[in-house]
């Protein structure tokens, strides 16, 4: 019997969208504010799901104090209250949209994850702005 459970997570981040390649006024067109040179923040919110098999020992998916950890040390810790532009070395060269965030963040706990559970990652940037990834 295949389950999901899930657990929250959240971080302040600040960040800017744009292109090195594109001129300023590029750059305000297709990201609007969001592309403010002096930054902008929001308070991320981090659903992840993970789903396998019951374990009939632990009555377990998995352990959620681990699950916990792991949000913790892989994607709290490096991104809460930084400037992901300049302090998070995947964002360094990579534009650092909600959906680009969501493949970092999947990559990062996908790595310590057993290889027989599925992993999902929804981030939402604000209440109404959301992105999930599957890995897919």
Not at 54 to 62: A, K, L, Q
């Amino acid at each position: 019997m295949r389950i999901t459970v899930n657990r929250k997570a959240h971080f302040n981040a600040a960040h800017r969208l744009h292109r090195k390649d594109w001129d300023d006024e590029t750059n305000e067109q297709v990201f609007g504010k969001c592309s403010n040179p002096n930054y902008h923040g929001h308070n991320y919110e981090l659903v992840v799901a993970v789903t396998g098999n019951i374990d009939e020992e632990t009555g377990f998916v998995m352990n959620l104090k681990d699950l916990k950890k792991l949000i913790y040390d892989k994607i709290e810790v490096p991104f809460d209250h930084k400037n992901l532009n300049v302090e998070v070395p995947e964002f360094k060269e990579l534009n650092p949209t909600a959906e680009n965030i969501a493949v970092v963040i999947w990559e990062k706990l996908r790595k310590e994850l057993a290889s027989h559970l599925d992993l999902e990652v929804t981030l939402f940037e604000t209440p109404r702005n959301f992105v999930t990834y599957k890995g897919e």
